[in-house]
Structure formats: C-alpha cells, structure tokens
Nanobody, 126 residues
Framework: QLQLVESGGGLVQPGGSLRLSCVVS????????VGWFRQAPGKEREGVSC????????TYADSVKGRFTASRDNAKNMVYLQMNNLKPEDTAVYYC???????????????????WGQGTQVTVSS
C-alpha cells in the first residue's frame, strides 16, 4: 500500500516558478510510474505529466510542455514537478498519483492510478 504526500504549493506571480514534491512511501525500487494531475474549481481533474518508474521517460500535457519538468529520485522516494513561467490558468489543486506498473501508458486516465495524494494548492496571481 503506497501513501503519497504532496508539498510545495503556494501563491506565485505570473512568470514565477514553483517546485512541487511528492514523497511516496513504500516505493519498490522503480516499479511505480507517477503522474501529476490538477483540478481547478469547477473543472475536471486533468493530467499534467507522467514519469516512468525509472525516470527515463516523461510525458506532458500540451498546455505545460516546455514549462513543467517532472523528475524523481527513487533512492529518496521522491517525485518532483518543476513549474516555470507559471500562468494564471495553472491555478489549481495539484495531485500526485502512482500506478502499479512502471510505464505511463494511458497516463491521462484517472482510473489507471491506484494511489493518490491529498493535493497541494497552487495559485498564480498578481
């Protein structure tokens, strides 16, 4: 049973940066692909990024490509989302979630994830 806890959210001005962290208990080496999702008020939860179990493959939503970077340190049981050039439309609660497999296939499908964190608020506003 995995437990995920996000941190690093906050208030930032447009154009600013934040780094979200997700600590994952009970990693089994590089077994679990991890996705990042976000949910803005009144909107559905959407996929932002996914990183494979080894960290060798990452994929991103078109809306964040070139601005967000996912990474992981399996030795520390940590997954990160570096967010640069933030925009007001990035405002949302951000969640990390883990699959029970290494690859990010069907990564935008919420039902592919077995474990979820509680979320961290990111607000981009001047």
């Amino acid at each position: 049973q995995l437990q995920l806890v996000e941190s690093g959210g906050g208030l930032v001005q447009p154009g600013g940066s934040l780094r979200l962290s997700c600590v994952v208990s009970a990693f089994t080496l590089d077994f679990n692909a991890v996705g990042w999702f976000r949910q803005a008020p009144g909107k559905e939860r959407e996929g932002v990024s996914c990183i494979s179990g080894s960290g060798g493959l990452t994929t991103y939503a078109d809306s964040v490509k070139g601005r967000f970077t996912a990474s992981r340190d399996n030795a520390k049981n940590m997954v990160y989302l570096q967010m640069n050039n933030l925009k007001p439309e990035d405002t949302a609660v951000y969640y990390c979630a883990a699959m029970s497999r290494r690859r990010c296939s069907s990564w935008t499908d919420l039902t592919e994830y077995d474990y979820w964190g509680q979320g961290t608020q990111v607000t981009v506003s001047s």
